[in-house]
């Protein structure tokens, strides 16, 4: 991983499954991110939804180390309440013909970016939050032995917070 990464200071980050699957099939690697995360005063929350696509395995003993993975990185779940499912329609909508292959679980992700002012999203599925209506910041990649996976933090873009509110800390279940 470059040494220079520059996150968004005292921000809360949604992270998407692929992260977590990633991170759990090459742990040190993203030692140096996570460590830059806790120095950047970032804190990392996400969705049961993607909890429940990262841990699903049909091995118990994987399931149990998947899920302490999960509760040792995540900090908060963010609820998925009437307000971020009122959004289901309106972003689906919005997508059009860019919601081809996307995933529910990556709507729901995209609800809370819309709803919430602030949140940025750590995934390395470009493909499914087009750039006209998500902003594409703070790339990074992470080398490994075959492969360089590239991750970015998406932000809703928005010219009205007609719909978006403020991140309250209240809303984190801490």
């Not at 081809?100 to 819309?114: I, M, P, Q, R, W």
């Amino acid at each position: 991983m470059e040494t220079n990464l520059k996150l968004p200071i005292n921000s809360t980050i949604l992270i998407d499954s692929n992260f977590l699957i990633d991170y759990f099939s090459s742990e040190n690697k993203y030692l140096k991110f996570l460590t830059q995360v806790k120095r950047d005063n970032c804190t990392l929350v996400s969705i049961d939804l993607v909890k429940a696509e990262f841990i699903r395995t049909k091995h118990q003993d994987i399931l149990k180390q998947k899920a302490a993975l999960f509760n040792q990185i995540i900090e908060a779940i963010l609820p998925i309440d009437q307000s971020t499912i009122n959004l289901i329609q309106p972003t689906i909508e919005e997508y059009g013909f860019d919601s081809e292959g996307v995933s529910v679980v990556d709507f729901y992700l995209a609800c809370c970016l819309k709803r919430y002012k602030g949140l940025y999203l750590l995934t390395r599925n470009h493909k499914d939050f087009p750039v006209r209506i998500f902003s594409r910041s703070y790339l990074f990649s992470i080398e490994l032995p075959k492969d360089i996976r590239t991750y970015a933090l998406y932000s809703y873009k928005t010219e009205s917070d007609e719909i978006i509110e403020e991140l309250n800390p209240d809303d984190i279940p801490f």
